[in-house]
C-alpha cells in the first residue's frame, strides 16, 4: 500500500542506531548534535551545531528523537538573544516523531514530541512547540511564540486555527514509523 | 488529489434511516469524517462524532503563557488570560513587553526586550508587524500586572457597565429559578426549562424600545407570549442607566463620524478589518488607530459523552499540556482503518519526499472517462481477534435530471464499481508488530476463523494484463489488501466517488483483561465466545473524472 521512498544508497550514511544522514546535508559542528535514531537528515539541510554557547567545555546545541525528518533544505539554526550585555546561543531540543517539511528554517528553542511542521515554514527564535501540535506548509512563526499541545497553526503570522483530534499522538506516531520502514536504499 | 475514504456517522440521518445520503449530495460531506475524529461508545455500539457528542469544559488555560486557570477566576477576568499575554491588535501575534531602554547595537530589529531590567515606560511590541502600544499612547510604569490596568479599561466601558447590571439585576432570579428546577425535574428537563424561562425573562427586560427601531412582536407564536408575562410577573422591570443614544457615540458606526471618516482615508489600511474588529468584547471604532491590544483569549480541554447514553467517550487528563487521557474511546480502536490507492498513479522512482498533512500530493490522479482502473484497499485490524470482512457498494438511487442542467445520460451510469463479493479476513493486531520497528512484515498462513480468501477474480477489461485485480491481493500482519475495479463510462464526469458498505464479523474466545479505561482495542465478551457483526458505511472518493473532449488534449501521464 505505502510506496518505499527509495534514496540512493551511496548518498546516505547509515549509524548504528538507524540514523540515516544524506552526504549532501552540511552537518556543522557534528560532536555538539545528538541524534535519537532511526531519524532522516535529508540531502540539503544544514544543522548548525557550532552555534553554541561561548565558554569552555562540551555542549549540546541541537538534540533530536528518534523517528524525526528532517527535509530536504531545512535550516536548523540554534536560537540566540543578548542578555544582559551577552550576546549567546541557546540550545534548540527536538522530541521524538518530529517530521520537519523542505525547505523549512528552523530556529525553535524546544519542539515536543509528535510534532509535525510542514513545508517552507520560519518558525521564529524562542519558539516553544508543545506536543502534538501541528504547523501547516508556509506559515511562519514569529520569535517567542508558544504552541500550545495539539494546536494547528497556520498562516503568516501563524495564528491557532483549530484543536487537533484526541488521536493525533497515535497518528503521528504511525506516520513516523511507516516513513522510516518505507524510506529504503536503492543500489545505484 | 489522491484518493479518500471516510466513514459516515448516522447522527444527521433521520431516525429510523441509518443509511448515508448519496455520495453527489452537498449534504453528504457533512455525515462523513476522517476515521481519526471519531469515537465509539461501547454501551450503544455505535460511532459518534465531533457533531453530536456532547462537550463538557474541563479546564481552561491560556494557549501563550500554559497557566491553567481555575474555573472560579476565568468569569472575573472574562475567558482572558490575567497574566502578561497579549496579542497584537493588528495580526494577532502575542506581543512582547519591552522597556524603553536605549537600543542594543547588537540586537536585530526591535527594542530591547523584557529581560534587560529595563527603563520605564514599558510598552507592548509585536515581533511580527512592529506595532506597539505606545503609538496609541498605552505605557506602562511597571512590566507587572498588565492585564488587570487593561482589564480595568474594559470593564469601564459604558457597554460593559450596562452588562454587568443586567447579570446583577438576573442573579437573583437565576439563583432561585436552578434552586427550584433541580430539586425534582432529572437533569436534561430541567436544563431546557430553566434555560427556556431564563431567555423568556431576558428577552422581555431587554424588549425595550430602542429609537428607530420598530418593536419585535412575536405574533404567531403564542406560547412564548404567555411565558414573557408569567415571568414579567416575578421580574422587576429592569431600567437602563445608559440612553441607548449613547452607544452610537460610542463608535459603534454608522454616523456622520464614520462617513466623514471614510471619504478621507488614503489608504485601505487605516480602516480595521473585521477580524481586527470582532474579537473585541463591545463595539469598536473603524479606525486601525483606535485598536487596543487584547488579552489573550483562554483556551478549554474539554471531555466528550455520548449523546445518547451519556457515557464518556472523552475524559483528558487535568494538566493542560498532557496529551494524555483518562478516557478516549476512539472509532479507530474498534474499526478497521481503510486506506484507498490508485495503483496505476504509483510512482516507485520518485525520491525523498517530506509527508505533511497539510501539503498537497504532488502526484496526478487522472481517471478518464471511458475507461476502466484497478484500486486497492488496504484494511487494518485493530483488534486483538481476527475479523472477518465484509465490502459492498451502496445502491445508488440515481433519479434523472436530479437538477436539470447536467445531461441525463452521465448522471445515470457514470460508473459501475466492483468489489469482491466473498468475506476475507484481516489479521488481529499483536503488540510486536508495533514494536518490532515495522521491519518483519509478514504474511500470515492460516485464517484463525477457518474461512478461506475466496475473492471474485477478474480480468482487466482491456485485456492488457493478466493480473487479478479484484479479490484479496495481499496479506500481511493484521494488514488485508483487497482490489477493487471502477469502469468509468464513457460520458461519466464528477468525482468517482461511492458509498461502501463494511460489514465485519469478530469474535473473542479469550477475553484479556481490560488493562484500563483508556480504550481498550479489543472487545471483551464475558460469556462463551460468541461471533457479532458491526456494520458501517464509508464514503470512497477515486478523484475526479477527465472528460473525454479533455483528455485529448491533454499529453500523457
Ligand atoms: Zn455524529
Ligand atoms: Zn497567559
Ligand atoms: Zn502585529
Ligand atoms: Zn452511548
Redesign the pocket.
Known amino acids: 500500500m505505502d510506496a518505499p521512498v527509495y534514496y540512493s544508497k551511496a548518498e546516505f550514511i547509515e549509524t548504528d542506531t538507524g540514523n540515516k544522514v544524506s552526504r549532501r546535508a552540511t552537518i556543522a559542528g557534528p560532536q555538539n548534535i545528538i541524534l535519537g535514531g532511526k531519524t532522516i537528515i535529508s540531502s540539503g539541510a544544514i544543522i548548525r551545531g557550532d552555534l553554541r554557547r561561548t565558554g569552555p567545555g562540551h555542549a549540546v546545541v541541537i538534540s533530536l528523537g528518534r523517528y524525526c525528518l528532517i527535509g530536504e533544505g531545512c535550516v536548523m539554526r540554534p536560537p540566540y538573544k543578548t542578555y544582559r550585555g551577552n550576546f549567546n546561543y541557546y540550545p534548540m531540543k527536538i522530541g521524538d516523531h518530529v517530521h520537519i517539511g523542505a525547505n523549512s528554517v528552523i530556529e525553535a528553542a524546544t519542539i515536543g514530541n509528535h510534532v509535525i511542521i510542514g513545508k517552507n515554514c520560519v518558525i521564529g527564535k524562542f519558539t516553544i512547540i508543545k506536543d502534538c501540535a501541528q504547523i501547516a506548509d508556509n506559515t511562519v512563526v514569529p520569535p517567542n511564540t508558544v504552541i500550545p499541545a495539539l494546536a494547528m497553526f497556520s498562516g503568516s503570522p501563524g495564528c491557532f486555527i483549530e484543536d487537533l483530534p484526541e488521536s493525533t499522538q497515535e497518528m503521528v506516531e504511525a506516520q513516523t514509523k511507516q516513513y522510516y520502514t518505507r524510506f529504503q536504499p536503492l543500489d545505484r | 488529489m489522491a484518493p479518500t475514504i471516510q466513514y459516515y456517522c448516522p447522527c444527521l440521518s433521520g431516525y429510523p434511516i441509518q443509511t448515508p445520503p448519496p455520495p453527489h449530495m452537498p449534504s453528504s460531506s457533512a455525515s462523513f469524517h476522517p476515521l481519526h475524529s471519531l469515537f465509539f461508545c461501547e454501551e450503544c455500539d455505535a460511532v459518534r462524532c465531533n457533531r453530536c457528542v456532547s462537550v463538557e469544559v474541563s479546564g481552561y488555560y491560556?494557549p501563550?503563557?500554559?497557566?491553567e486557570v481555575p474555573s472560579a477566576s476565568v468569569r472575573a477576568e472574562k475567558n482572558r488570560?490575567a497574566?502578561?499575554?497579549f496579542s497584537c491588535p493588528i495580526c494577532r501575534t502575542t506581543l512582547s513587553v519591552v522597556a524603553s531602554d536605549p537600543p542594543n547595537e547588537d540586537d536585530l530589529p526591535g527594542p530591547a526586550s523584557i529581560s534587560t531590567v529595563g527603563e520605564p515606560p514599558f510598552f507592548l511590541y509585536c515581533n511580527h508587524c512592529r506595532w506597539d502600544s505606545a503609538e496609541v499612547g498605552i505605557t506602562f510604569e511597571k512590566p507587572t500586572g498588565l492585564a488587570a490596568q487593561l482589564q480595568k479599561f474594559e470593564d469601564s466601558a459604558a457597554e460593559s457597565l450596562e452588562f454587568e447590571r443586567l447579570k446583577e439585576h438576573f442573579e437573583p432570579f437565576l439563583r432561585t429559578s436552578s434552586l427550584s428546577s433541580s430539586s425534582h425535574m432529572p437533569s436534561l428537563a430541567s436544563h431546557s426549562l430553566h434555560t427556556s424561562s431564563v431567555t423568556a425573562a431576558a428577552s422581555a427586560a431587554l424588549a425595550r424600545d430602542i429609537p428607530g427601531v420598530s418593536k419585535y412582536n412575536p405574533h404567531t407564536r403564542s406560547r412564548a407570549g404567555r411565558d414573557r408575562t408569567v415571568n414579567k410577573d416575578e421580574m422587576p422591570e429592569y431600567k437602563s442607566r445608559v440612553e441607548m443614544g449613547l452607544f452610537n457615540q460610542l463608535g459603534s458606526g454608522g454616523d456622520e463620524g464614520d462617513v466623514d471618516f471614510m471619504t478621507h482615508i488614503e489608504t485601505a489600511s487605516e480602516v480595521a478589518k473585521l477580524e481586527q474588529r470582532w474579537g473585541n468584547s463591545w463595539v469598536s471604532s473603524l479606525k486601525t488607530s483606535d485598536l487596543r491590544p487584547l488579552r489573550?483569549p483562554l483556551h478549554s480541554k474539554v471531555s466528550k459523552r455520548c449523546p445518547t447514553c451519556r457515557h464518556i467517550l472523552i475524559k483528558p487528563e487535568q494538566k493542560a499540556q498532557s496529551v494524555r487521557y483518562k478516557i478516549k474511546l476512539v472509532a479507530a480502536n474498534y474499526l478497521p482503518a481503510i486506506t484507498v490507492a490508485l495503483p496505476h498513479t504509483h510512482d516507485v522512482s520518485r525520491r525523498i519526499q517530506s509527508k505533511t498533512p497539510a501539503s498537497t500530493e504532488d502526484k496526478q490522479t487522472i481517471i478518464m472517462a471511458g475507461k476502466s482502473y484497478p484500486f486497492h484497499l488496504a484494511l487494518t485490524n485493530p483488534l486483538y481477534d481476527p475479523i472477518q470482512v465484509r465490502l459492498s457498494v451502496q445502491r445508488m438511487h440515481v433519479t434523472a435530471a436530479t437538477d436539470g442542467t447536467a445531461p441525463d445520460k452521465a448522471r445515470r451510469t457514470p460508473f459501475a464499481v466492483s468489489l469482491p463479493t466473498s468475506p476475507f479476513p484481516v489479521a488481529a493486531f499483536a503488540e510486536a508488530w508495533e514494536y518490532d520497528d515495522d521491519e518483519d512484515m509478514f504474511g500470515l498462513e492460516d485464517d484463525e476463523l477457518g474461512l478461506e480468501p475466496v475473492g471474485k477474480t477478474s480480468r482487466d477489461r482491456d485485456g492488457r494484463g493478466k493480473i487479478k485485480t479484484v479479490g484479496v491481493l495481499e496479506r500481511r500482519a493484521n494488514v488485508t489488501i483487497v482490489g477493487g475495479e471502477v469502469v468509468i463510462g464513457k460520458e461519466a464526469r464528477g468525482h468517482v466517488k461511492f458509498n461502501m458498505l463494511v460489514s465485519y464479523t469478530y469474535r473473542s474466545d479469550d477475553p484479556l483483561p481490560s488493562e484500563d479505561g483508556a480504550g481498550t482495542p479489543s472487545r471483551v465478551i464475558a460469556k462463551a465466545p460468541e461471533v457479532k457483526t458491526f456494520t458501517f458505511y464509508t464514503v470512497v472518493d477515486l478523484g475526479p473524472i477527465t472528460p473525454r473532449e479533455e483528455s485529448k488534449v491533454e499529453p500523457e501521464i
Open positions: 491560556c501563550n503563557c500554559l497557566f488570560c497574566r502578561n499575554c489573550i
